[in-house]
């Protein structure tokens, strides 16, 4: 991430933030000024060789340009995907940054009451948990199962996605009345446990950063 997380009175807000990501994950651009090179550069380094796959590249290119639309769109700031190989095939998952502000003259909930709140209206997997960046609401869900309980268009009704599952952590960002909001997400159902545990250890290794260095 470039740039201050946020903003508050008290306790001097971080810089910036670090994340450790495996090997053959990429960040994505999702601004609209830069989006487009950033798709393109990440397609020229995994077609890189591959001369006799075009109409795949080009599908693809339509598909990473309309995930990050939709994530600029939703309010993410940073988009990162995997292209990691797994021998000859790519495990594909991605990670949604998004900051979370509270409305003019509020504040968000505690880690506590947003866990009670989405544990009593979802029937996600949500605990309260401990990492070294803060105390955090981890969040576990599958969505693309059909729910006939669902609206239309909301996860899990019958004519959203394909399957997936999502882990979320949603952590405050010290000194300030924002939270970060981490989305981790791979249609992968068959290793969710594998895939969630990988997705806890980068959660697991989110460090604030003061003037250039990180803190726990």
Sequence with gaps: MTG?????????PPADY????????????IDPESRERSV?????????????????????????????????RDGGIEL???FQQAGPLTVPASLLVTLLHPA???????????SDRL????????SVVELAAGTAVRTRRSTGQPDASAPAGTPGSPDDALP????????PV????????????????????AMVELFDAVAGSLKWMDGGSAHE
């Design 104 to 114: 003019p003259g509020r504040s968000l909930p505690s880690p506590q009451d947003i």
């Design 80 to 82: 990162y995907l995997s």
């Design 18 to 29: 670090e994340l450790l990501l495996p090997e053959g994950w990429f960040r994505v651009h």
């Design 40 to 72: 393109d550069a990440l397609l020229d380094r995994r077609f890189a060789g591959l001369d006799n796959a075009p109409h795949i590249k080009r599908r693809l290119r339509d598909d990473l340009l309309a995930q990050a639309t939709a994530a600029f």
């Design 119 to 126: 544990a009593a209206d979802t029937a996600a997997d949500v």
């Design 164 to 171: 997936s599952v999502t882990l979320d952590y949603q952590v």
């Design 174 to 193: 010290p000194g300030t009345e924002a939270q970060l909001l981490l989305t981790f997400s791979t249609p992968l159902v068959q290793i969710a446990d």
């Design 4 to 12: 201050p997380v946020g903003s508050g009175a008290g306790t001097a």
